[in-house]
């Protein structure tokens, strides 16, 4: 079945640092890729999307490029701050099919910055 | 536009008791959905409702849950005789069908069932 993998975590940086979070899928369609983020006592939100290959999605100094060669959409921003602080989750959305319309995620990666 | 909002945040139950989730999405939003999330663990999907059709469940969603979306506005979730293994996060989304299935999906803050 469908299903996104994250890189273990929790991730701990400095503030300014540089930040990777990895994120690989497995699809049987052609699906839409999404960073979500879940900051303390808060609900999700959408951080970037991506709906095709190549595509890069960014918001907020982050990015991720959608790589269909390598089935990744790895989460990317050049100088963390202390509120960025969250849990990170990567997910895809299937077109067609029984799985239309539904959100499938990955474990989540806890980020924690220090100043 | 006050977003998804879900009643209660927190519930403590006891285990064999039912239990009522509701939630309010944004507001001409078609589509509703529902997931769980446990303690460490990314959302799982368990249905969804293209106004107030319930079109996908999975089979997380066992014969102890039902939801229902009158009218296709409010929703709620029901567990019935909770065990203790239903404890988690449940989530709310909403999405509008205007732009495809690719659309965004807006969540609520969740109600965190606790099962003693």
């Known amino acids: 079945g469908d299903s996104v993998t994250q890189m273990e975590g929790p991730v701990t940086l400095s503030e300014e640092a540089f930040l990777t979070i990895n994120c690989t899928y497995t699809?049987?369609?052609?699906?839409?890729l999404f960073w979500y983020v879940q900051y303390p006592g808060e609900g999700l939100q959408l951080l970037l999307k991506?709906?095709?290959?190549?595509d890069k999605g960014s918001n907020k100094g982050f990015e991720a490029t959608y790589r269909k060669e390598t089935t990744s959409f790895h989460l990317e921003k050049g100088s963390v701050q202390v509120s960025d602080s969250a849990v990170y989750f990567c997910?895809?959305?299937?077109?067609?099919?029984?799985?239309?319309?539904?959100?499938?995620f990955g474990q989540g990666t806890i980020l924690t910055v220090h100043p | 536009d006050t977003g998804v909002s879900q009643n209660p945040r927190h519930k403590i139950t006891k285990r064999g008791q039912n239990v009522t989730f509701r939630c309010d999405p944004i507001?001409?939003?078609?589509?509703l959905y529902w997931y769980r999330q446990t303690l460490g663990q990314g959302p799982e999907f368990l249905t969804y409702?293209?106004?107030?059709?319930?079109?996908?469940k999975s089979r997380l969603l066992s014969d102890r849950f039902s939801a229902e979306r009158p009218k296709g506005s409010f929703s709620t979730l029901e567990i019935q005789r909770t065990e203790q293994g239903d404890s988690a996060m449940y989530l709310c989304?909403?999405?509008?069908?205007?732009?495809?299935?690719?659309?965004?999906?807006?969540f609520g803050a969740g109600t965190r069932l606790s099962v003693l």
């Open positions: 409702f293209q106004n107030e059709a319930q079109l996908e």
């Open positions: 699809a049987t369609g052609y699906p839409s």
């Open positions: 989304a909403s999405s509008s069908l205007a732009g495809g299935p690719k659309n965004i999906q807006y």
């Open positions: 997910a895809l959305i299937l077109s067609g099919g029984t799985s239309y319309g539904k959100l499938t």
């Open positions: 991506a709906t095709k290959a190549d």
């Open positions: 507001s001409e939003h078609n589509r």
